[in-house]
Nanobody, 127 residues
Framework: QVQLVESGGGSVQAGGSLRLSCGAS????????MAWFRQGLGKEREEVAT???????TYADSVKGRFTISKDNADNTLYLAMDTLKPEDTAMYYC?????????????????????WGRGTQGAVST
């Protein structure tokens, strides 16, 4: 049974940093996509960043240059380092994962429909 558990959320002032973690149990990182999503109050869910099992990363334009997604395959943990935080980054942050077939040798993670989800961790940025 796959389980994703996020941690590391909290409250910071604008310009500060947060480090989110997502422990993935029961999920193999081979041929897979993992991602961070967020949903602010009254807003639609947004794909923030993705990473595939080849190590290729993508980011939403709103977080490029400020957020970094990474993963530790040894302990199956996904990370999101969030720097230079803005009040508009306030949201519930979710970890997601899916097994992915290769097309043309690539995994094509951005925009994929994810199978497994964590319960989320709240990040709040104040002015």
């Amino acid at each position: 049974q796959v389980q994703l558990v996020e941690s590391g959320g909290g409250s910071v002032q604008a310009g500060g940093s947060l480090r989110l973690s997502c422990g993935a149990s029961g999920f193999s990182s081979d041929n897979s996509c993992m991602a961070w999503f967020r949903q602010g109050l009254g807003k639609e869910r947004e794909e923030v960043a993705t990473i595939d099992s080849d190590g290729l990363t993508t980011y939403a334009d709103s977080v490029k240059g400020r957020f970094t997604i990474s993963k530790d395959n040894a302990d199956n943990t996904l990370y999101l380092a969030m720097d230079t935080l803005k009040p508009e980054d306030t949201a519930m942050y979710y970890c997601a994962a899916k097994r992915q077939l290769r097309v043309g040798g690539k995994l094509h993670c951005p925009g994929a429909s994810y199978t497994f989800w964590g319960r989320g961790t709240q990040g709040a940025v104040s002015t």
